[in-house]
């Protein structure tokens, strides 16, 4: 009889996503390998195990610790970490005027390309998410209110700030941006969310479109 292996985590994440893996099966997936006497089933529960119960100080000392995790391994577990607290740091982050989100989009200015993003609200004006919508070519950006306003609707957001970044330095609005403005504007309202503005960032400012009297309070 012919067996057939069961497919490891590695191929169940690629067939269901990243969010299909346990935080076990993550770190599993961080750490690649173990050792002859740890397997790595073994060391991501150790791993995880420090994790619980250190501080992040202390975290990447506390794993060198583990037998089988050197300091390659560590800070590869303490940079993952870090990551994606950063990258997740808007979370709840309270939205009090529109430019309030530059911090927490500011990164894609350094891209070569343009980069479409939706920021969802919900009503207490807490950041829900932050979505790349599209990229384009390093001067265009084609947008669809249908992608845009897809998300924010599903998971019932009160309001939206769309924004995107110049690679060209200038962060004056083009005439497609202020077009591209006006008909996601009529398309937030027609579904019942508040568009609150449309940012457009470079390197060293932005361009906000309420701020220019361009878009009504919300």
């Known amino acids: 009889m012919i067996q057939h292996n069961k497919p490891n985590i590695r191929e169940l ?3 269901n996503g990243i969010s299909y893996p346990s935080d076990e099966e993550l770190l599993m997936l ?8 740890s397997p790595i089933e073994k060391l991501a529960s150790e791993v995880l195990s420090v994790m619980n119960s250190s501080n992040a100080e202390k975290l990447i000392e506390q794993l060198e610790k583990i037998d089988g995790i050197g300091q390659t391994k560590a800070l590869a577990v303490a940079a993952a ?3 994606g607290r950063r990258r997740n740091c808007y979370l709840n982050a309270n939205i009090n005027a529109p430019k309030d989100i530059l911090p927490y989009i500011q990164h894609y200015a350094i891209e070569t390309k343009e980069h479409f993003i939706c920021a969802s609200l919900n009503g207490a004006r807490e950041i ?10 390093i001067n265009r950006t084609i947008v669809h209110p249908r992608e845009i306003f897809a998300e924010p609707v ?6 939206v700030i769309c924004c995107h970044n110049h690679p060209s330095g200038s962060c004056n609005p083009s005439v497609a ?7 996601l504007q009529e398309a937030a309202n027609v579904l019942g969310i508040t568009f609150l503005d449309h940012i457009i960032i470079t390197r060293d400012s932005y361009y906000s479109f309420l701020e220019h009297g361009l878009l009504s309070e919300a």
């Not at 932050?130 to 384009?136: A, L, P, S, T």
């Open 30 to 37: 961080i750490l690649n390998k173990g050792t002859k006497k």
């Open 128 to 137: 829900m998410h932050i979505r790349v919508v599209f990229v384009g070519t």
């Open 13 to 15: 994440t690629l067939k």
């Open 154 to 159: 599903a998971e019932h957001a009160s309001a």
């Open 81 to 83: 970490i870090e990551l």
């Open 177 to 183: 941006d202020k077009q591209a403005t006006r008909t």
